[in-house]
């Protein structure tokens, strides 16, 4: 049953603390996203990947990092720099990245609260 | 900024009649427009799209309309299920472009 699994559900920070929130697709998808989203704003960009071992910053990739060593593996890093972490964080997968016009395949989900 | 305006953050109608959502944007160069719906504690999931070469595309009970002239696109669910009730966001992106803008989101409540 292919799609994309993030975990964990909900994870809780302490100050100074980096957590890493994982995502993996068996979609065969090229391209992977990370969004944030807070209470009644839209979905925000924070990094997003075309390719193995090539990502890029979105609009607010201050405070995060990611890597993507496989293809199927965007994990998301929350570093103790990003002051306000408290959000819900989604992933996502799409074909190509991007080449064609296309829809993104979106996880379940990952709540992040501060200790 | 914000390049895609979901500007009403609720709709509320009865089982069986029409839901209009609403979705604004500002930038010119999108040229390919999504709803997604999402229940809470789940991701979005993809509902319709929509190119800018058309102005109208139907999949049974879900139409969206695009007004490019006007910069809008709005949703329409005929008729409306109780089952239809959950978060639904309009998106946008321009061809070639990562970047997929999402609106605020619009929280539809079907009531029976």
């Known amino acids: 049953d292919g799609g994309i699994t993030q975990s964990p559900k909900y994870l809780f920070r302490k100050e100074g603390q980096n957590v890493t929130l994982s995502c993996e697709q068996n979609?065969?998808?090229?391209?992977m996203y990370w969004y944030r989203q807070d209470p009644g704003q839209g979905l925000r960009l924070i990094y997003y990947?075309?390719?193995?071992?090539?990502?890029q910053k979105g609009d607010i990739a201050e405070g995060y990092s990611v890597s993507r060593e496989k293809k199927e593996s965007f994990p998301l890093t929350v570093t103790s720099a990003q002051k306000n972490p408290t959000a819900f964080y989604l992933c996502?997968?799409?074909?190509?990245?991007?080449?064609?016009?296309?829809?993104?395949?979106f996880g379940s989900g990952t709540q992040l609260s501060v200790l | 900024d914000q390049q895609v305006k979901q500007n009403s953050p609720s709709l509320s109608v009865q089982e069986g009649r029409i839901s209009i959502l609403n979705c604004d944007y500002t930038?010119?160069?999108?040229?390919?427009f999504l709803w997604y719906k999402k229940y809470p504690a789940e991701g979005p999931t993809f509902l319709i799209s929509?190119?800018?070469?058309?102005d109208k595309n139907e999949d049974g009970r879900f139409t969206v309309f695009l007004n490019k002239s006007a910069k809008h696109l709005s949703l329409h669910i005929v008729p409306s299920q109780p089952g239809d009730s959950a978060v639904y966001f309009c998106?946008?992106?321009?061809?070639?472009?990562?970047?997929?803008?999402f609106g605020a989101g619009t929280r539809l409540t079907v009531k029976p």
């Open positions: 996502a997968s799409s074909y190509s990245g991007g080449l064609t016009n296309e829809k993104l395949f």
């Open positions: 979609l065969n998808h090229d391209a």
């Open positions: 990947s075309q390719i193995v071992n090539d990502f």
């Open positions: 930038n010119s160069m999108f040229d390919y």
């Open positions: 929509i190119s800018s070469i058309k």
């Open positions: 998106a946008a992106t321009a061809y070639n472009n990562n970047d997929m803008r």
